[in-house]
C-alpha cells in the first residue's frame, strides 16, 4: 500500500544488507513515518513486545525474521539448544496473538533436520520470506471475498455510499500489505464503490484514530473518526451497512478475540440487525481452542497506557495519581454474535462445522 504515494511492505529485508530487517514504526504514527532498522534477536523481539510492530499477521512474520537475526549472530556450529531458548523467549513477546506461535513452529519444522549452521540460517530467512508472501496472498484474497459483500450491499443502495464500521487497526499496516478488515475496503474503493468508514478511535493506544486513519487517508479513501462508544448510536440511526473486524486468535468453533471493545461492536450490530464480519487468515485460528471467553489468554498491559493520553505534542495525563488502573488488551466475541468469518479460502459460517469445511477443501 501507499505512504505519501509511495509503495511499501510492513517489513523487509534491507536488500544490501541481510542481516538488516527494516520495518515501520507504528510507535511514530501518524505524526511521523520513520523506518526502523532490527540487526538482532532482541531488537525484533522488543519491536513485538513495545508495539513498533502490531497485528496478528505482521507479529507472525516478524517473530519469523527476529529468529532469522538470531540465528546469523549464533557464533557456536551447535546451535540447536540456542535456537531452542530463541524460539521459547520469542511466544512471550506478546501472549494472545496465535500467529506469534505459529510462525516460531514453522521455523522450528522448517530447521528440524539439519545440524549445519549456514543452512539453518538460509533455511529460517527462505521461511520467513515465504510467510511474509503467503500473508500478503492471503491478505488480498481475503480483499477479494469480502469485496463481494460489499457488493451486495452497492446493489440495493445503488448509487449511495456504502458506510462500513471497523474497529481498531486490521489494515496493511498490521500485516504486510492490504490487510484483514481493511482488505475488503480497498478492493471497493479501487473499483469505484463509493465507501465511507467509521473508525474507532479504540482507546487506550488508539490504533483506530492514529493508524487506520492514517492508512485510510493515504489511500484517498473517505472515513471520519469517531469515539469508541459512538458505534451503537451509529447503528441505531442507520448509519452503518456493515461491520467488518479483524482477529488476533480465533477459536475452532468461531469465537474471536480481538481489541478490547470488539465484542460491544457486536453486540449493538446484533441488536441493530447489522452484519458483522471477521477478516482473518487461517495462520489467526486456533484450532487447539473451542471455548475463546474461558481459553483465550487476555494480554494485560501497562497502566500508564490509560493513565496518559499521547499525542502529537507528548505525553498528557487523565487519571488521577491514586486511581487503580486494569488495562485488558483484548476481549472475546462469541461466535454467535459472528455473521460470516472472511478468509482467504472463501466465506464461512462461524462454527467448528464451517472451519472445517473450508480446511477440508
Known amino acids: 500500500m501507499k505512504v505519501n504515494g509511495q509503495y511499501f511492505h510492513t517489513i523487509w529485508i534491507n536488500p544490501n544488507h541481510q542481516s538488516e530487517v527494516k520495518i515501520i514504526n507504528q510507535n511514530e504514527l501518524p505524526f511521523k513515518f520513520s523506518i526502523k532498522t532490527l540487526r538482532t534477536f532482541d ?11 502490531r497485528g496478528a499477521p505482521l507479529i507472525g512474520v516478524t517473530a519469523a525474521y527476529g529468529l532469522y537475526l538470531g540465528l546469523i549472530n549464533i557464533k557456536e556450529s551447535n546451535f540447536h539448544n540456542e535456537f531452542k531458548l530463541l524460539t521459547k523467549k520469542m511466544i512471550t513477546a506478546r501472549p494472545t496473538a496465535v500467529n506469534l506461535e505459529f510462525a516460531v513452529n514453522l521455523l522450528i519444522e522448517a530447521l528440524k533436520n ?26 488480498e484474497k481475503i480483499g477479494d471475498y469480502g469485496l463481494h459483500l460489499i457488493e451486495k450491499i452497492a446493489e440495493k443502495k445503488p448509487g449511495q455510499t456504502i458506510n462500513i464500521l471497523t474497529h481498531c487497526n486490521a489494515g496493511w499496516l ?5 490487510g484483514t478488515a481493511t482488505a475488503p475496503i480497498y478492493k471497493a474503493h479501487h473499483k469505484g464503490i463509493p465507501v465511507h468508514v467509521w473508525v474507532d478511535e479504540t482507546r487506550p493506544r ?4 492514529k493508524l487506520t486513519a492514517f492508512e485510510l487517508q493515504q489511500e484517498g479513501i473517505p472515513h471520519t473518526v469517531i469515539p469508541d462508544n459512538a458505534g451503537g448510536h451509529l447503528m441505531q440511526h442507520g448509519k452503518v451497512d456493515i461491520v467488518i473486524v479483524g482477529s488476533d486468535r480465533t477459536t ?5 478475540c480481538n481489541k478490547i471493545g470488539t465484542y460491544l461492536k457486536a453486540l449493538a450490530a446484533k441488536d441493530n440487525e447489522i452484519p458483522f464480519y471477521v477478516a482473518l487468515p487461517f495462520s489467526s485460528i486456533d484450532l487447539s481452542l473451542a471455548n475463546g471467553v474461558k481459553e483465550i489468554p487476555i494480554e494485560k498491559r501497562d497502566a500508564d497506557e490509560v493513565r496518559f493520553v499521547e499525542g502529537k505534542t507528548g505525553k498528557v495525563q487523565v487519571v488521577p495519581d491514586d486511581s487503580p488502573i486494569v488495562n485488558y488488551g483484548f476481549d472475546v466475541t462469541p461466535s454467535r454474535l459472528v455473521t460470516a468469518l472472511i478468509t482467504e479460502k472463501g466465506i464461512t459460517h462461524a462454527s467448528v462445522d464451517g472451519i472445517q469445511a473450508l480446511l477440508d477443501d
Open 43 to 53: 531488537d525484533a523481539f522488543l519491536a513485538i513486545k513495545e508495539m513498533d510492530v
Open 252 to 256: 475452532k468453533n468461531g469465537d474471536v
Open 174 to 178: 498490521a500485516c504486510i500489505d492490504w
Open 114 to 139: 539439519t545440524n549445519d549452521l549456514k543452512e539453518a540460517q538460509k533455511l529460517a530467512l527462505e521461511t520467513a520470506h515465504n510467510l511474509k508472501q503467503k500473508e500478503i496472498e492471503n491478505c
Open 206 to 209: 488508539n490504533q483506530g484514530s
